[in-house]
């Protein structure tokens, strides 16, 4: 009886637990990268009010933006139009997956407080209407700013709980914008946990 009880208990226990099972890594050096339109923008706008072009295209070439050199982290440091750039992580989901936690793992180099720049989520959803497939975003509450997360070193972490309701063709996206003085980011990685 003792037994059995015991093993009642156990099978309740492991069902009724919100302790989630599975958990994948996307390396943000893979997923992640800078806003094409947003930065053919900006370069146009800067080398337009430069005079010297040479030392205009210099310094577009030679600026802190994509995969670092291991290539798994994405490393963001624009030397100009800083405010008006962002990057774009696009991880893919199915409809496997429900609710699951979002986790963002980051490196802050020399940012101000109180500076605004940070991330902001949406869910992106293909959908055939009959007529042919069409791409929609959904903006999903939450986000941050880099500067508020609490600092170990420069690491940061953030979280949040997402729900994908088991949605097909869709796609979590990650927004993100930098400081617009000074400061780099590295984001290390995005983590589903399931």
Same mark, same amino acid.
């Given at each position: 009886?003792?037994?059995?009880?015991?093993?009642?208990?156990?099978?309740?226990?492991?069902?009724?637990?919100?302790?989630?099972?599975?958990?994948?890594?996307?390396?943000?050096?893979?997923?992640?990268?800078?806003?094409?339109?947003?930065?053919?923008?900006?370069?146009?706008?800067?080398?337009?009010?430069?005079?010297?072009?040479?030392? #205009?295209?210099? *310094?577009? +070439?030679?600026?802190?933006? &994509?995969?670092?050199?291991?290539? %798994? =982290?994405?490393?963001?440091?624009?030397?100009?139009?800083?405010?008006?750039?962002?990057?774009?992580?696009?991880?893919?989901?199915?409809?496997?997956?429900?609710?699951?936690?979002?986790?963002?793992?980051?490196?802050?180099?020399?940012?101000?407080?109180?500076?605004?720049?940070?991330?902001?989520? #949406?869910?992106? *959803?293909? +959908?055939?209407?009959?007529? &042919?497939?069409?791409?929609?975003? %959904? =903006?999903?509450?939450?986000?941050?700013?880099?500067?508020?997360?609490?600092?170990?070193?420069?690491?940061?972490?953030?979280?949040?709980?997402?729900?994908?309701?088991?949605?097909?063709?869709?796609?979590?996206?990650?927004?993100?914008?930098?400081?617009?003085?000074?400061?780099?980011?590295?984001?290390?990685?995005?983590?589903?946990?399931?």
């Amino acid at each position: 009886m003792l037994k059995k009880t015991l093993a009642i208990t156990t099978i309740s226990l492991i069902f009724s637990s919100n302790v989630f099972a599975k958990v994948d890594t996307y390396p943000a050096g893979s997923f992640c990268k800078e806003s094409i339109l947003k930065k053919n923008t900006a370069v146009n706008k800067f080398i337009t009010s430069n005079s010297n072009f040479d030392n #205009a295209m210099k *310094r577009v +070439v030679t600026e802190q933006v &994509g995969a670092d050199i291991q290539g %798994y =982290g994405f490393l963001y440091n624009p030397s100009f139009e800083r405010s008006s750039r962002e990057f774009v992580c696009n991880i893919p989901l199915n409809d496997d997956v429900g609710k699951f936690k979002l986790n963002l793992h980051a490196e802050l180099n020399n940012m101000k407080p109180g500076r605004p720049g940070g991330c902001s989520f #949406a869910k992106i *959803r293909r +959908v055939n209407d009959g007529a &042919g497939w069409k791409v929609f975003s %959904y =903006g999903l509450s939450g986000g941050f700013t880099w500067t508020d997360l609490t600092q170990n070193g420069g690491f940061v972490h953030y979280s949040q709980y997402i729900d994908n309701k088991y949605e097909r063709s869709t796609s979590l996206q990650v927004k993100c914008r930098t400081t617009s003085d000074q400061g780099s980011i590295l984001l290390h990685h995005i983590e589903l946990e399931y």
